[in-house]
């Protein structure tokens, strides 16, 4: 499962948002900056943990995912593209992912579990980008790609609002998708690693 094989899709979607971007002024890198503060917004929501906040953190995960986007394709159409604006963009979806999920953990008090996931998305991220370093093309693939994680955090976010407390094993929904983020994560990141292993 991954929805980055849907990009081409989601490129021809992006249009009408890039070419608003393009027409206020925005840069690919203003945009980048822009989805990162969302992704820090979506955070603090998930600390705050109260029904209403879990349903602003998700519509804020899922603005930063958009952004993330947007970007690209408003430096493609401006023809900016560039090795520091790509740079800029892995760097702040990193540090995206780990706010994002440290929001998580702290609002269920359950730092170590925090800690798991955020390895496991790490280290997916992490491989995706090493197979691109030893030549053999950035890697999208596996079981979750930040698309799947990025549509699972909202979507768990505006369930969480509706849906508190205990479900299994003590833990919260919230609690449940850090625990399919730690197994799913260091999963795909052995996939991705096994298969670029095989290729070299």
Not at 107 to 128: K, R
């Amino acid at each position: 499962m991954t929805l980055d094989q849907y990009r081409s899709v989601a490129d021809k979607l992006l249009r009408p948002f890039v070419s608003a971007a393009d027409s206020v002024g925005l840069s690919p890198n203003g945009v980048s900056v822009l989805a990162f503060g969302f992704a820090v917004a979506a955070g603090v929501a998930f600390y705050v943990a109260t029904p209403l906040w879990y349903a602003l953190g998700a519509l804020f995960v899922f603005l930063n995912g958009w952004l993330d986007l947007v970007d690209g394709a408003l430096a493609r159409r401006q023809n900016v593209a560039s090795d520091g604006g790509d740079l800029l963009d892995h760097v702040l979806d990193r540090y995206a992912d780990i706010v994002i999920l440290a929001g998580l953990a702290a609002g269920i008090d359950n730092y170590a579990l925090g800690l798991a996931a955020v390895t496991g998305v790490l280290m997916t991220s992490y491989l995706g980008t090493q197979i691109q370093a030893v030549g053999l093309g950035r890697e999208y693939g596996g079981l979750l790609g930040r698309a799947d994680r990025l549509a699972l955090v909202g979507l768990t976010g505006f369930v969480a609002a509706f849906l508190p407390g205990e479900l299994v094993a003590g833990l919260t929904l919230v609690g449940l998708l850090l625990v399919l983020f730690t197994i799913v994560g260091h999963l795909t990141a052995l996939q991705r690693f096994w298969g670029a292993w095989s290729d070299l």
